[in-house]
């Protein structure tokens, strides 16, 4: 059984993607014998108005309701958000919330990206931030020179004590290291993937000392990264299959509540 | 066989290091990969010559793990320069040498050594990156290795960090068959690898992770995710560094 945590359907608009369109990608989880992916909108990330995007993929997932769980993408600073998110859980089914403070204009100690949380937290469902969505250094010229402020996003679940929260694809055992104290005070918790974690140097083995086997997830990537990079990494894994069991599906089943 | 091209130590702290090195080279299943020392970017005189005794010292009795590089700054005196090549490269036991962010590939302050390695058959690894953000004052890329590929023709160049190079880094370089890339280089974007393959065939692309940087599972991870047939994959694995790097095996 696996679970992946991360995955994007839509266009990225500084370069060509494949397998983007969920046939596609629905077709790259067969080759990978992913059962589960979360996928969220990147057309929403770039739309002015984020709920184009989510109605979009809300719409194209249907037909794969058994292997697609779609979480929104919500811009806290744009106007009637809070309406666009309980559309979003309530009418559109979506199981959790992408937040992009790099790429829209708003930082997370603010108060509407506090209630956004709080707003996740109350309604039972996880707040994804990627770190970031790709590498800045070869970025297209138009493209953020930002990534996840590691003090705002402590701040962050330190304001939505009751809120989950998954962080991913950046050095997430820093960032776990970073939030541990504020997490350890906090009914809800923090997970995090290890896209950008490595197996043969020390980065897995600490985030894994620092969370516990219970708060890392998988997540891919996909489509904007190749997929075998992460199962070559939990092959060479030097854990327990009771721990990969909880990383690669466990930990996520239980964060979506799935039976 | 898998030979790790692109691979990092620590000058400072070498001993431990290589034990590391080696450890992990079992423990992932790969035969061997490069040692190239870490130093400063602008070398001192005498670094050449402490290279060089470190990788005598070291491959005494370790040699089976490593394909040796003398790491070079261009900047340094070419007199200096030439003198380390020759005693610790053309006599060994380096069979290579690396060339960091310290001088623009297509500089004329390059060719002094580009004629060197090229008249001694020595194969040189480059770091290369197309950036927009971060960029290194004299960090070459694609552009400039390509200019180094036309005015050296029998040089033979490994580009480093083809997902740093990207689409048009390949592009650049797929004129001059004496240019190679690596695998490394930044997260596993989908897509940049598969169009290496394509454009420049199995024989022009070598297995390197860039540790410490990034570890060979994320980078092995990439080659696996390739659509090729067994053979092109072991020439990327290590049968291209074999060809190359012949002298150390």
Redesign the interface.
């Known amino acids: 059984m696996l679970i992946d945590m991360c995955g994007y359907l839509g266009h990225w608009p500084f370069?060509?993607?494949?397998?983007n369109d969920v046939e596609s990608f629905v077709k790259v989880m067969d080759d990978y014998k992913i059962n589960l992916s979360v996928v969220s909108s990147l057309n929403a990330v770039f739309y002015k108005d984020t709920m184009q995007g989510n109605e979009e993929i809300a719409e194209e997932i249907k037909p794969y309701s058994d292997r697609l769980v779609a979480f929104c993408v919500i811009n806290p600073a744009y106007p009637a958000w809070e309406k666009d998110f309980r559309t979003c859980i309530e009418k559109l089914g979506m199981k959790g919330l992408m937040m992009y403070p790099y790429y829209h204009p708003y930082r997370l100690t603010e108060a509407n990206a506090i209630r956004l949380a709080n707003l996740a937290g109350e309604a039972g469902i996880p707040v994804h931030i990627p770190v970031s969505i790709?590498?800045?250094?070869?970025?297209?010229?138009l493209d953020t020179?930002e990534i996840l402020n590691t003090s705002d996003f402590i701040a962050l679940i330190k304001n939505a004590p009751n809120t989950d929260f998954i962080v991913s694809?950046g050095a997430t055992d820093a960032i776990a290291a970073a939030a541990k104290d504020a997490d350890s005070k906090r009914k809800g918790k923090v997970y995090y993937d290890f896209q950008?974690v490595?197996?043969?140097?020390p980065s897995f083995e600490r985030l894994l000392a620092t969370v516990g086997p219970e708060q890392i997830v998988l997540g891919t990537?996909n489509?904007?990264?190749?997929?075998?990079?992460?199962?070559?990494?939990l092959?060479?894994m030097d854990v327990s299959d009771e721990v990969k069991d909880l990383i690669t599906y466990k930990n996520a089943a239980r964060l979506l509540k799935l039976a | 066989m898998i030979i790790d091209c692109h691979w990092h130590v620590l000058f400072d702290d070498y001993e431990r290091v290589i034990q590391t090195s080696i450890n992990?080279l079992k423990?992932?299943g790969m035969d061997r990969c490069a040692l190239m020392f870490h130093l400063d970017l602008y070398q001192k005189e005498g670094d050449l010559h402490r290279q060089g005794e470190a990788l005598k010292k070291v491959l005494k009795d370790r040699k089976e793990y490593f394909v040796p590089f003398l790491t070079v700054d261009p900047n340094v005196d070419f007199g200096i320069v030439k003198e380390g090549v020759e005693e610790y490269v053309v006599k060994g036991p380096a069979v290579a040498v690396k060339v960091h962010h310290s001088m623009k590939a297509d500089r004329k302050e390059f060719e002094p050594l580009a004629n060197l390695l090229s008249m001694h058959g020595i194969p040189v690894l480059i770091h290369c990156?197309?950036?927009?953000?971060?960029k290194y004052e004299n960090e070459s890329d694609p552009s400039n290795i390509a200019n180094l590929a036309a005015k050296f023709p029998d040089l033979k160049i490994i580009m480093a960090h083809i997902?740093?190079c990207?689409?048009r880094g390949i592009q650049d370089i797929a004129p001059y068959p004496n240019v190679y890339v690596d695998t490394s280089g930044?997260?596993?974007?989908?897509?940049i690898?598969q169009y290496g393959l394509d454009l420049l065939g199995a024989d022009r692309i070598l297995f390197g992770s860039d540790?410490?940087g990034?570890?060979?599972?994320?980078q092995?991870?990439?080659?696996?995710?390739l659509d090729m047939s067994e053979e092109d994959r072991n020439k990327i694995l290590g049968g291209n560094s074999v060809r190359l790097f012949g002298g150390a095996f």
């Open positions: 370069r060509k993607i494949n397998n790709i590498n800045v250094r070869q970025r297209h010229w020179t694809n950008r490595e197996v043969f140097l990537g489509p904007l990264q190749y997929l075998d990079t992460q199962f070559v990494k092959h060479y | 992990e423990r992932c990156w197309y950036k927009t953000v971060q997902t740093g990207g689409f930044s997260q596993p974007e989908d897509g690898m540790f410490p990034r570890d060979p599972a994320t092995l991870g990439r080659i696996y995710s």
